[in-house]
């Protein structure tokens, strides 16, 4: 009997303790977890300021940075923009005679102060000299101007056209319609090579 009230003892003490161990271990965990959902509630509280400052700063920087890079290209394009040009050359027909004077004119979306020019073989697409063709390589254009006057050189007769390739300082590439230069017959009077320079557009 008394082995049983020993054995029944000695159970009711490590069931009493292993109660007692577990309540205690449930209200430890209770007060981590607690102190846990404090913090981290703290640390999400200061989430929306940290944004908002985080905001500011990106629109701070963007006002700051973003109108710089718009001001800076709009100047890049307004200075780099080519004009566009056509040539209304030659007028009448695409036959011009060596040693005749031809107004060069065309029809530009802005004013034109300069043009770089040039006389191209459309054969060979290699320019002529200005000695040789009579066009000057740079030519300033003043404000009672609308033309170039180009009294054609002496070169062999054939295929060509004019080719700009500056307007008002900035690179451009425009050229004209090809025509032929012809040579002036020979043996004829002053009054037929007039003749035939203002049948064909031009002065002699």
Do not use: H
């Not at 050359?89 to 011009?96: E, I, S």
């Not at 025509?179 to 043996?187: D, S």
């Amino acid at each position: 009997m008394r082995n049983w009230k020993r054995i029944t003892l000695v159970i009711f003490v490590l069931v009493g303790g292993t109660t007692f161990f577990g309540y205690w271990s449930i209200k430890q965990f209770n007060n981590v977890f607690d102190d846990l959902s404090a913090s981290l509630a703290s640390t999400y509280s200061s989430y929306p300021s940290f944004f908002k400052q985080r905001a500011e700063l990106a629109s701070t920087f963007t006002e700051i940075y973003g109108g710089l890079a718009t001001s800076t290209n709009s100047e890049l394009t307004s200075t780099s923009t080519v004009p566009e040009l056509s040539f209304i050359f030659p007028q009448n027909n695409t036959r011009v005679y060596i040693g005749c004077t031809y107004p060069i004119s065309w029809q530009s979306s802005t004013t034109i102060n300069s043009l770089e020019t040039a006389l191209i073989d459309a054969g060979t697409r290699e320019a002529v000299g200005p000695i040789a063709s009579g066009l000057a390589k740079e030519n300033t254009i003043g404000e009672d101007l609308v033309n170039l006057e180009w009294k054609v050189g002496i070169v062999w007769p054939g295929a060509y056209y004019i080719k700009v390739v500056k307007i008002n300082g900035v690179e451009a590439e425009f050229r004209s319609k090809v025509f032929e230069i012809n040579k002036m017959p020979e043996n004829i009077s002053t009054i037929e090579q007039k003749n035939i320079c203002k049948e064909s557009g031009g002065l002699f």
